[in-house]
Nanobody
Framework: QVQLVESGGGLVQAGGSLRLSCAAS??????MGWFRQAPGKEREFVAA????????YYVDSVKGRFTISRDYAKNTMYLQMNSLKPEDTAVYYC??????????????WGQGTQVTVSS
């Protein structure tokens, strides 16, 4: 069983930055990803990274602005978000157990952390 705990969300002005963290319990060889859900919308894929830390990939809307990474010593995944836009406002979720863009591929989910970007 893997437990995921997100942190780092908050309120930021457009153009600002935030770094989200996802601390994982257990040490399994799994890929991980970030998803987000804006008010009134379905949850969408944001980024994913392999267990090895290689081949990160992103949804087009965040490419060049967001960076996904992992720290194996801390068993933690990060999402560095720069040049934030109001449309990035959402609850952000981390997920583990796959390396893909479909929610159904992931076995474990965190509780979510709110990111609000003001204009």
């Amino acid at each position: 069983q893997v437990q995921l705990v997100e942190s780092g969300g908050g309120l930021v002005q457009a153009g600002g930055s935030l770094r989200l963290s996802c601390a994982a319990s257990g040490r399994a060889r799994y890929g991980m990803g970030w998803f987000r859900q804006a008010p009134g919308k379905e949850r969408e894929f944001v980024a994913a990274i392999r267990w090895s830390g290689g081949n990160p990939y992103y949804v087009d809307s965040v490419k060049g602005r967001f960076t996904i990474s992992r720290d194996y010593a801390k068993n933690t995944m990060y999402l560095q978000m720069n040049s934030l836009k109001p449309e990035d406002t959402a609850v952000y979720y981390c997920a583990a157990g796959a390396y893909g863009w479909r929610e159904s591929e992931y076995d474990y989910w965190g509780q979510g952390t709110q990111v609000t970007v003001s204009s």
